[in-house]
């Protein structure tokens, strides 16, 4: 078991300490989620792992052959290379030989006709089957797929940025290590894509660390949470249900305290208003102790002060928002909704699902009356007030200060209770210390950016809210607040997002983009919606068997069975029964294999034996049917 041990790290940004004299040692069973504030250097930790530079004094060491494999929030890629070219980037011979393959591959299907090229072709053919290339291609394509990239010639710069990330999270799982490190790793992710990561790094043979804003994929994946708080590292032993309860009982506790602190404090203060001399030994220790349970209520205060609030007053709206009748969609020659009708009220809380690259952006953006449609008409409700946050911060400066930025948005905006507040004392509610306030925006973290840019829309005080993936490189935090805030929005909200978890507390009901123009909504939660989405799909494989092995009827008149033909056929259908049995588990066996991808190759033939068999046997079982 390798180990990468951590000894008094301390790490400063500016003025401001992240985090100080921190111990940690990780090994290989370890599946650890980092959590944290925005800002209170969850990144920087994930850099100091991997980069010295990061770190003012040498405290991290490991074995000289541990290997490293990082997912950084915003990876950088060549933009020359094709998809595969991309994945496959390891100095090893055998990601050599397939990157050359792949080249030369493309060469040769542009210029077949040229000896040289196809000679050289050959040439690596012979190579792939020698440093078993063909296994490796098959699992960059594997993955690849999986996370929803399925063109792998396609060149970098043609890719999204979010397509790119894709790619990166792609090289990184590919690559052999000791230890994982992931930050972010669900962004741009679709529901199944996220599935099969969580099983994929459940199976992965190092130790993994990583930030995620997903709440259920942290608790499927984590066995240890550890969240910087107040420049500490603290550590929760188990997944994040395990981490909420720990957190609940250690406030329980950390409150009785600070209750008896204020109370000692109190009799004391009453001791040093009364004029008491501190003459003596004992009087000299008290006024210390009064100094000292000062210092501690006072920083209690502090940390109360600390807790994020979203009290903004909101505009009234009337009855309707949005109506939509027979609207067409279609953007560089794909439908993305084709006669589509939808009335949505105010109150109303609606998540809006499906995968990547189905139009579910752009119907956002025809909300907001950025896209025109196609064909049909959107209408507005006379008294909505738009607040639309996007996917990509807008109107955000990097050589901008951040004070200056939010009261170029709003100033003055009241509170719940009418009173006015100036956009520091908004500042101030979010987090932002009065250093921040006056700082770069360039400076901040991308998290705290993306709490900024939330903060600037609120203050808007819109009635109607669009969300476009809200929950991306948000801390936990935030987001919890955020959802306690949506959740007593009187307004509508018209959410984005793939993150189950944020969506199955904010909406009531769901939009469905299936692709090709067609939308379906559902009355419920996402959760319930994948339930009842996975039974459907089973009762139409199941369907699907059925009719496949359901006896045909003839025109011609059969002869009779012999007593040995009935037989046979009595003990075919439990037979058939029990392949199809196999086939099932060794499929679901397949989806859990992670990255043991001999045992994947070897499973596949398995089941190519086993549905040839199948077949056989179903066609003898067909023929003395229909007898």
């Not at 991309?86 to 100095?91: L, P, R, W």
């Not at 609606?350 to 959107?378: D, E, H, T, Y």
């Not at 007593?563 to 049995?581: A, G, N, R, S, V």
């Not at 398995?606 to 077949?615: G, M, P, R, S, V």
């Amino acid at each position: 078991m390798k180990t990468l041990s951590v000894e008094n790290l301390s790490q400063t940004m500016g003025d401001k300490t992240l985090f100080d004299q921190i111990s940690f040692k990780i090994q290989t069973p370890d599946r650890i989620g980092l959590i944290g504030l925005n800002g209170t250097g969850k990144t920087t930790l994930l850099n100091c792992l991997v980069d010295e530079h990061y770190y003012q004094t040498k405290t991290i060491t490991h074995p000289r052959d541990y290997q490293i494999s990082y997912l950084q929030q915003n990876p950088q890629l060549d933009q020359s290379l094709s998809v595969l070219e991309a994945v496959v980037q390891g100095k090893e011979a055998l990601y050599a030989t397939v990157r050359q393959y792949e080249q030369t591959l493309k060469a040769y299907g542009q210029n077949p006709e040229d000896s040289r090229i196809a000679d050289h072709f050959f040439k690596l053919q012979s190579q792939m089957d020698q440093v078993d290339g063909w296994e490796l291609q098959s699992q960059v394509e594997t993955i690849l797929t999986k996370l929803g990239i399925v063109d792998f010639q396609q060149q970098l710069a043609q890719l999204s940025g979010g397509q790119q990330r894709l790619v990166a999270l792609a090289q990184v799982l590919l690559a052999p290590a000791d230890l994982l490190i992931l930050d972010e790793p669900t962004n741009h992710l679709d529901e199944a894509a996220i599935k099969w990561l969580a099983t994929f790094l459940n199976n992965y043979a190092g130790a993994i660390i990583f930030v995620t804003h997903d709440r259920y994929f942290l608790n499927q994946v984590a066995n240890r949470i550890w969240e910087i708080d107040h420049q500490k590292l603290q550590e929760y032993q188990g997944n994040y249900e395990a981490y909420v309860d720990q957190k609940a009982q250690n406030e329980a506790t950390l409150a009785a305290t600070q209750q008896h602190q204020r109370n000692l404090y109190r009799q004391e203060l009453k001791w040093m208003q009364a004029g008491v001399q501190a003459r003596g030994t004992k009087q000299n220790a008290r006024v210390d102790r009064f100094h000292e349970l000062s210092q501690q209520v006072q920083q209690a205060a502090a940390d109360d002060q600390r807790e994020l609030t979203i009290d903004i007053k909101q505009q009234r709206l009337g009855k309707d928002v949005f109506r939509l009748e027979e609207a067409g969609l279609e953007i560089g020659g794909k439908d993305l909704l084709i006669d589509f009708s939808l009335q949505i009220n105010a109150g109303e809380h609606i998540g809006v699902i499906g995968g990547n690259g189905v139009g579910k952006s752009s119907f956002l953006n025809v909300l907001a009356q950025r896209q025109a449609l196609s064909q049909g008409k959107l209408t507005v409700g006379q008294t909505v007030r738009i607040g639309y946050y996007t996917q990509h911060v807008e109107g955000m400066a990097p050589d901008q200060r951040v004070i200056n930025y939010l009261e170029a948005v709003g100033q003055n905006v009241e509170n719940s209770s009418g009173y006015r507040l100036s956009a520091s004392q908004l500042l101030e509610q979010f987090l932002f210390s009065s250093r921040q306030q006056g700082a770069f925006i360039r400076d901040l973290s991308g998290g705290q950016q993306r709490r900024l840019y939330l903060l600037a829309i609120l203050i808007q005080q819109p009635n109607v809210l669009l969300l476009d993936e809200p929950t991306n490189n948000l801390d936990i935090q935030t987001m919890t607040i955020l959802e306690d805030y949506l959740n007593n929005f009187r307004g509508c909200v018209v959410a984005v997002s793939h993150d189950r978890y944020f969506l199955d507390k904010i909406t009531s009901n769901l939009l469905v983009f299936q692709g090709h123009g067609q939308v379906k909504r559902y009355w419920g939660s996402y959760s319930e919606y994948l339930e009842i989405a996975h039974q459907e799909k089973a009762k139409i494989a199941k369907a699907d068997k059925t009719s496949k092995s359901s006896p045909a009827t003839t025109a011609s008149k059969p002869k009779k069975l012999t007593y040995q033909e009935q037989l046979e056929l009595k003990e075919l259908e439990p037979k058939i029964e029990h392949l199809e049995e196999e086939q099932e588990q060794l499929k679901q066996r397949m989806a859990t294999e992670g990255q043991d991808y001999q045992k994947l190759i070897a499973d596949q033939k398995e089941l190519e034996a086993l549905e040839q068999t199948l077949d056989q046997v179903s066609e003898r079982w067909l023929e003395l049917s229909e007898r």
